[in-house]
């Protein structure tokens, strides 16, 4: 396993966990179209390999880190 596939299951695990203690906040909203369309859209290309930027980055670019 390499460093960066141990980043992203610790991180996975620990986004489950927290939806398990704390719940969806989002659950029961109506979604609308154009936002649904958008998280089909990014769930195919996440299915197929594709990812985006990493927090690292996207902090850095924003002046966080």
């Not at 719940?23 to 594709?50: I, N």
Request: proline share 2%; net charge positive; glycine share 10%.
């Amino acid at each position: 396993m390499t460093k960066e596939q141990l980043r992203q299951m610790i991180g996975e695990t620990v986004e489950e966990k927290l939806i398990e203690l704390l719940g969806d906040p989002d659950e029961g909203l109506a979604v609308r179209r154009a936002l649904r369309a958008r998280l089909l859209r990014q769930r195919r290309k996440v299915a197929s390999g594709e990812r985006g930027e990493s927090l690292d980055d996207v902090a850095r670019k924003l002046g966080l880190q």
